[in-house]
């Protein structure tokens, strides 16, 4: 393979660099839908939602999984370069907590129904992110078997 068969893929949190990787192709949750980049796809700016984000690897085996919850997406010639709100590693990621943190994400959605809508769009940004690491889990636990 050359290097016109790869992507320089990274993705960048506000506290981070959490991923720097070369793949042959990366599928995105954009507002339009999901998308897969390939190598020489055209530029492209596009806004992310909350959800999951796959690497292909070289070997068409392998594949990264990650959790998002919003952000943007900028693809380049040979470049795609995630900056996102949150992003974690499928991988590393503790099913246990992920669950708790969205049955209380969910109760403070129902709470936030009656107050305010500040409240009410915090608690629902909280339980679209515990959404994608849920969806993120399901995804690796999908493709280990």
Do not use: C, W, Y
Not at 88 to 107: F, H, P, S, T
């Amino acid at each position: 393979m050359s290097k016109h068969d790869f992507i320089n893929f990274e993705i960048v949190t506000p506290e981070k660099i959490v991923l720097r990787e070369q793949v042959i192709g990366v599928t995105v949750p954009t507002e339009s839908g999901e998308i897969t980049i390939l190598p020489g796809h055209v530029p492209l700016i596009s806004v992310l939602k909350p959800g999951v984000i796959e690497l292909h690897k070289a070997d068409g085996q392998d594949k990264e999984i990650l959790a998002v919850s919003g952000g943007f997406i900028e693809v380049l010639e040979g470049k795609v370069v995630v900056l996102a709100n949150t992003a974690e590693i499928a991988r590393e990621l503790d099913e246990e907590r992920i669950k708790e943190a969205r049955r209380r994400a969910e109760e403070l959605k129902k709470q936030a129904a009656n107050s305010d809508d500040v409240d009410f769009a915090e608690a629902a940004a909280m339980l679209e992110k515990e959404l994608a690491r849920s969806k993120a889990i399901g995804r690796l636990k999908h493709r280990s078997r």
